[in-house]
């Protein structure tokens, strides 16, 4: 194999148990290598914040409906702010902690936001498997669940990425000239 891009080493001891072998890497240009890096520590960190926060919500819920005496919905309403909540600090300083900030109320304030119409969306779907459909076997309606749950979450992905937490070069990132301008006005 010939490749102009490609790095030819002898496997190190780890990766050769008791044979021989010629491992290949494609060097990537810089900017491609960190481009993917920098995705894969984002989609990695959104997944297990989301993980994270999906078991802080059903504890928070079991916890106040089952041993506290919270009625149902109470326990979920306090358990989905108690994670969103949690999951907004999760995603700000870890999964998107390297993009622009925009502020506490303009981040957490949309991020509730997008997350309210991915629960509509996800609600929808639902319904409309129940309803118009007419299906009522469980694993059908679970189906339909999982779907929306699988869109809501690429949803939130984009929507955070895009508009909660923008890239630096974004019309939505704060500048330092920005960040001053309503400290010149009040003056």
């Given at each position: 194999m010939?490749?102009?891009?490609c790095?030819?080493?002898?496997?190190?001891?780890?990766?050769?148990?008791g044979?021989?072998r010629?491992?290949?890497?494609?060097?990537?240009p810089?900017?491609?290598?960190?481009?993917?890096?920098?995705?894969?520590?984002?989609i990695?960190?959104?997944?297990?914040?989301?993980?994270v926060?999906?078991?802080l919500?059903?504890?928070?819920f079991?916890l106040?409906?089952?041993?506290?005496?919270?009625?149902?919905?109470?326990?979920?309403?306090?358990?989905?702010?108690?994670s969103?909540?949690?999951?907004?600090?999760g995603?700000?300083?870890?999964s998107?902690?390297?993009?622009?900030?925009?502020?506490?109320?303009?981040?957490?304030?949309?991020?509730?936001?997008?997350n309210?119409?991915?629960?509509?969306?996800?609600?929808?779907?639902?319904?409309?498997?129940?309803?118009?459909?007419?299906?009522?076997?469980?694993?059908?309606?679970?189906?339909?669940?999982?779907f929306?749950?699988?869109?809501?979450?690429?949803?939130?992905?984009?929507?955070?990425?895009?508009?909660?937490?923008?890239?630096?070069?974004?019309?939505?990132?704060?500048?330092?000239?920005?960040?001053?301008?309503?400290?010149?006005?009040a003056?």
């Open positions: 010939t490749c102009d891009k790095v030819v080493r002898p496997p190190t001891s780890s990766e050769t148990p044979f021989l010629t491992v290949v890497f494609v060097q990537l810089d900017g491609i290598r960190d481009t993917w890096r920098l995705l894969l520590k984002e990695s960190a959104f997944g297990v914040v989301g993980a926060c999906f078991v919500d059903l504890g928070v079991q106040l409906y089952a041993h506290m005496g919270v009625g149902a919905v109470l326990a979920k309403l306090t358990s989905t702010v108690i969103t909540t949690a999951a907004y600090f995603h700000r300083f870890w998107f902690s390297h993009r622009a900030r925009t502020g506490l109320r303009r981040e957490y304030a949309l991020f509730f936001v997008v309210g119409i991915t629960l509509v969306l996800g609600l929808a779907i639902v319904w409309f498997v129940r309803y118009p459909m007419g299906q009522t076997h469980p694993l059908v309606l679970q189906a339909a669940n999982i929306s749950i699988g869109l809501g979450t690429v949803v939130r992905y984009v929507a955070y990425r895009q508009w909660v937490f923008p890239a630096h070069d974004s019309p939505f990132a704060v500048t330092p000239e920005s960040a001053r301008e309503p400290q010149d006005q003056a």
